[in-house]
Structures are given as C-alpha cells and as structure tokens.
C-alpha cells in the first residue's frame, strides 16, 4: 500500500511566495496602468483647460473682460478671470501652480502715459487626483497677447489685435479774425485823399491782408500799394493815414500817383491779432 499524504509546511510556503510575487507583479502592472490612465486624463483636462482659455485670451472683448474682472496692476502676480496662482480648477481636476505675463516687451506708450506690452500668458499646473496628485506638469503658453495699461500701471484691456492708443485731444480751431475793410469808389468829382483810420483793442494791433490803390486805372498791379500800408500799420494798435498820392487835394498821400489823370479807387482789408 502506498504512503500518501498532504503538503508539506516548506511546499506550502513556497507556493505562497510564488502566489505573492505574482500578486505583487499584478498589482504593479494595475497601478501603472491606472498612473498611465491618469497622466493621459489629466494631460487632457490641462490641454482642454489651455485651450478655453487661449479661447478667451484670442478675443479682445473676453481677453479684456477676464483682466479687468479684478483690478489689477501689471507686473504684479497675474490673474484672468478666474485663473490664479493657487487656483483649484476643479472641473479640469488641476490646481494652477503659477499663472503670468512672461516675456512682456513694451510696444508703445501714449502721451498720457498709457502703455501697451506684448507677451505671453504662460499656465503651470499640478494633478489633484489622489494617485497622481502632486505631479507638476510643464508650463504651457496659453496666448501671445497685447496688454494696454492706465498711467498708473492698471490693466485695462488684452488681446490679439494691439488696442489703438489714446490720442491727445484736438485743440479747437483758432478763431478765424474778424476782418474790417475800407473801400473808396473812383470818382472824379471826389478828392481821392482817402482818409483811413484802423483800429485795434488794446493788446491787439492791425495786421493788413489787402491793400490796393487805383485799381481800377489800366496797367496798375492789382496789389499796388499794399506793400506801403503793410510797412505803416502792420504791428500798430491804431493807424491812420491818408490812401492818395501828392498831386491830389491835400499832398498828405501816402503813395505815388501809378496812373495821372485817372480817379482811382482803393481797397484795404485787415485784422487784429
């Protein structure tokens, strides 16, 4: 009759240590595939999280509805919108570990001291899931964007186009001068000793715009004279004189006689400045 019995306590042992290296085995290659699974997800989640806010970023109006949502200074830790250093971005199971403006060049300033930069949004963030969590992922631009900023460092806008800069405000036009004429008709049965009396208030004097004596003779330049009455009134307050030559009535004229025996006209126009 055969001897038969059980395992042997060393059999048992054995086996055992084979059943727990194979355990062991298992459950590394599960926790790998669980770790490889969550990389993949959480990549995801941050690309998607990347992605809404490039979104925003690229679009002037929510680029600078998302700076402005809380005033903020430039150059001080960055926030858009909800984003923020220490931010726990729930929904795409990550927490912001740093969010900035890098690399900011300055592009413009206006005259009031309003200032445009170009730069980059720049997103760094961490898994918050319980096997991964803690693990830092790689920066990731979001958007190059421009960043207007008030005189006093304010962010106020953001985007993809550059915002136009403030220009300075247009001066008013200068008022256009009140203009005063003296005009004499040719007539032979009047003495052409033309008396002229121009007028300025004080802190203002004449400034001639046109002059001309006879006109109306043939062969006179139609600016003849002009020159003369500049040379007297130009820069005065007041000035007077008599608008004829030396062969007429008084020989008080201020000019040579350009056409004898012609009755001549004369013209003159002028402002105060």
Known sequence: MKNQRGFGLIEVMITLGIMSVIMLGLCTAINNAILVSQTADTKQNLTSLVGS????????????????????????????????????AAQYNVTVQDLS??????????????????????????????????????????????????????????GAVMPNLPQPPTPPPPPVPLVKTFDFDADPLVCEDFPVKARCPAGQTVSVDSAAYGANCGGVPPNYGQATVQALCNGQQNCDFTAGNVNNCTDEGVFTDPAVNCPKSFHMAYHCQ
Do not use: E, W
């Open 101 to 158: 403006y890098s690399n900011p060049t300055l592009i413009a300033t206006a005259y009031d001291g309003t200032a445009i930069y170009y730069g980059t949004i720049t997103l760094t963030a961490k898994a918050n899931r319980l096997v991964y969590g803690g693990q830092v992922f790689a920066p990731r631009v979001v958007a190059a964007v421009y960043l207007m900023t008030s005189p006093a460092g304010i962010i106020t806008s953001c």
């Open 53 to 88: 806010t490039a979104g925003q970023a690229l679009n002037q109006v929510t680029c600078t509805a998302a700076v402005t949502a809380t005033p903020q200074t430039y150059g001080q830790p960055f926030q858009f919108g909800l984003l923020h250093t220490g931010y726990n």
